[in-house]
């Protein structure tokens, strides 16, 4: 019997065929095995792998334009293989001057130096990511980021989240092909991904050899401050301490290109707002593996080491949550930042629509905290500099373990078990 996964519809099908349907060619950007390719495929009419096909190496040297022959939408799978075909595309499109005609996928953005032209007007880009509780069907997606960025209450008629099952989940992670795997086969898995990180793909992206013990220890060291915003002399000093070796901080500059190039690592920018306060914003990004179990698999670490580290866990929890909160925000047209200022005043989660409107998010993976949380949000809100371009819509607490209800604060606790698009 096949163990193959038929095609489970993910939440940026939509926005894939509004993007095509709106240009040229679409881009599709996101990490290895995130679901790219058989996402594109759904609505691909011919495609060519650049990764294996053993025609592309010739056909590049000699004829390129008869790699984008073929019914359209053609698909071009890891295209970043071969970088000069983009500029072929954009020509292409110029030239047939239709929409719906290529869409490229690739896990990895090539070097700066490749002279590659912007696409602007030709091109859209739409950015995948691993499969969120939802799409997963974790979760009911009773409640919905899009409603509450435009202040629509709601209500979830959801029943607590066992501790362990979210441990589960936080190993196992949301790569689409693990969905029919135990957990124990998750785990080897998630475990190659992050060998063959180190010792094949952090050198091969740019063609630069890197160590892949000191790249092993770097993974360490961020998947220890997953969640936080931990600069270069921090994780220096972590990966001298823990890993018993010395990595420049060059070295760490490097290695954290080469890991943003392979879309492994996708921080979350600083909220820029107007407070009524003498407070001052810091500017440092919160440092977040695309996949959290990957950070898991770093650590080298299962689920009976989680559930006695719970420190640890919270930060995971906090990770998987802006992971889940980024899919739905890009629905609903919405980006996720955090807040902190000097006062050392934090909010984990800012999702802010283009429009302006926007929510304000406290994570926390048990009920214990929920108090704290409310406070912290109530003075967040207490500073907020009133805007005409920008709308406060609601406070919200995601809770692992806990159930949805609004406070009579107002101030909504929302399961992550009920939350979606």
Known sequence: MSSEISYIARISDEELKRKLNASGALLIRGMKACGKTKSAKQLAASMVSFDRDEQVPLLMETAPERLLLGDTPRLI?????????????????????????????????????????????????????????????????????????????????????????IVERIIKGGFPGLLNKSLAQAMEINRAYVDLLADVDMSRVSDVKRNPEKVRGLLRALARNVATTVDITVLEKDVKLNENTDVSRPTIYDYLEALNRLMIMEDQPAWNTHIRSSASLRKSAKRHFSEVALAVAALGIGKEALINDLKLTGFLFESLVIH??????????????????????????????????????????????????????????????????????????????????????????????????
């Open 77 to 165: 799978d890891e295209w970043q293989e071969y970088p000069k075909i983009w500029n072929y595309v954009r020509h292409e499109v110029d030239l047939r001057n239709e929409t719906a005609q290529f869409i490229l996928t690739g896990s990895s953005n090539p070097e700066e130096s490749i002279k590659i032209h912007s696409g602007a007007g030709r091109f859209t880009i739409l950015d995948m990511r691993t499969m969120s509780w939802q799409e997963m069907g974790y979760s009911s997606g009773e409640i919905s980021l899009g409603k509450l960025l435009n202040g629509i209450n709601q209500q979830a008629s959801d029943a607590p989240t066992d501790l362990e099952f």
């Open 324 to 421: 889940d909160l980024r899919v739905y925000a890009q629905a609903s047209d919405a980006k996720v930042y955090h807040y902190y200022d000097s006062t050392g005043l934090e909010v984990d989660a800012i999702v802010q629509k283009y429009s302006g409107e926007y929510c304000a998010f406290e994570i926390k993976l048990g009920t214990g905290k929920i108090e704290d949380a409310a406070n912290n949000l109530l003075k967040f809100a207490s500073i907020l500099e009133e805007s005409s371009s920008t709308k406060l819509q609601s406070l919200n607490i995601i809770t692992g373990t806990g159930i949805s209800y609004t406070r009579n604060d107002g101030i909504n606790v929302i399961s992550l078990s009920s939350l979606g698009f």
